[in-house]
C-alpha cells in the first residue's frame, strides 16, 4: 500500500512539470537560483535567455525580473560587460544580456554606455538589432552621448580621419533616431560652415583720439582668406548620412526639419 502511494505521488509530480510551458522549464529558476555576484553567474543567466527560442510567459518574465530587480544596478553592471564582443565570442550570450538588462531596467548612466558602445561595436545583426531597440525604448541619453564620443573622436590631430569608426558611429545615429543626436552634428555643421571662410563686416569711422587729434579714418571691408588648418569634424556630411536628408549648407532648412521630427524617428 505504502509503495502504491509513492507511485501515485511520484506520477502526479511528473506530469505536473511535464505541463509547464517549455519557457518556463528553462528559464524560470527557484527563487534562491538568481542571485549574480560575478561575471560568470551572469553568464550562465544570458545564456539561457540568448538561447530561449520561445518568449517568456508573462509569469516566468515577471519573476525573472523581479530577481534581476533585488540589486538592480550591481546585477546589470555585470551583465552589461557581457556586452563585449572582443570578451564573449558567443551571440547567444550576449543577446541574452541585452533581454536580462530590459528585464532588469536599471538607470545607471554605466549601462546606458556599453549599449552606445554595443550599438557600435556589435556585428552580429540580431544581437545589435536588440540593443538599438533597447537604447530606443530606453530614451536612453547616456547610450547616445557614447555614440557621439565615438564620433568625435573618430579624427586624430596626428593621423587623420579614421573613416571605419566614423561611419560605425554614423551608422548607430541613424539606427537610434535619436533627435538630440543630430541637433548635435546640426550644431558642428555651423561651426565646420563658419570656418571655410572668416569675413569681417566692412569697419570706418574708426577714430584716432589723444594728443587733441581726433581724425577719423576709413577701413576697407576685409575677408580673412589666409585661413589654414584642417576641419577636424566632418559633420555636415555625418548629418547627411544619419539623417537620409540633403538640404547642402542650408542652415535653416536643416532647423526646420530637424524642428518637425519626433523625439525618435521610426
Not at 518556463?24 to 550562465?44: G, Q, Y
Not at 566614423?166 to 543626436?181: S, T
Request: hydrophobic share 45%.
Amino acid at each position: 500500500m505504502q509503495y502504491r502511494k509513492f507511485l501515485i505521488f511520484a506520477c502526479v509530480h511528473v506530469l505536473a512539470f511535464a505541463a509547464q510551458p517549455e519557457s518556463e522549464l528553462t528559464i524560470a529558476p527557484r527563487r534562491d537560483s538568481v542571485k549574480v555576484t560575478t561575471v560568470r553567474d551572469a553568464e550562465e543567466i544570458a545564456l539561457r535567455l540568448g538561447t530561449q527560442t520561445a518568449p517568456l510567459s508573462d509569469s516566468a518574465a515577471s519573476e525573472l525580473a523581479s530577481e534581476l530587480q533585488r540589486e538592480r544596478e550591481k546585477t546589470s553592471a555585470l551583465i552589461s560587460e557581457l556586452l563585449d564582443p572582443a570578451k564573449f565570442s558567443n551571440p547567444a550570450t550576449r543577446l541574452g544580456a541585452v533581454r536580462a538588462l530590459q528585464l532588469a531596467a536599471p538607470a545607471a548612466p554605466l549601462i546606458g554606455k556599453r549599449l552606445g558602445a554595443s550599438a557600435i561595436a556589435e556585428t552580429n545583426p540580431d544581437v545589435r538589432k536588440a540593443v538599438i531597440e533597447l537604447i530606443r525604448s530606453r530614451k536612453d541619453a547616456a547610450a547616445s552621448a557614447e555614440v557621439l564620443r565615438y564620433w568625435r573622436e573618430s579624427y586624430d590631430s596626428e593621423v587623420g580621419f579614421n573613416e571605419a569608426s566614423r561611419a560605425a558611429a554614423v551608422a548607430a545615429m541613424r539606427d537610434i533616431g535619436d533627435k538630440r543626436l543630430f541637433q548635435v552634428l546640426l550644431h558642428h555643421a555651423i561651426i565646420e560652415i563658419r570656418t571655410g571662410v572668416a569675413s569681417a563686416p566692412s569697419v570706418d569711422n574708426v577714430a584716432i583720439r589723444g594728443q587733441q587729434i581726433n581724425l577719423p579714418i576709413d577701413l576697407p571691408g576685409m575677408q580673412l582668406m589666409s585661413f589654414e588648418g584642417t576641419l577636424a569634424i566632418p559633420a555636415l556630411g555625418s548629418l547627411r548620412e544619419a539623417t537620409g536628408q540633403n538640404f547642402g549648407r542650408e542652415i535653416p532648412k536643416w532647423r526646420e526639419w530637424l524642428n518637425a521630427q519626433p523625439a525618435f524617428q521610426k
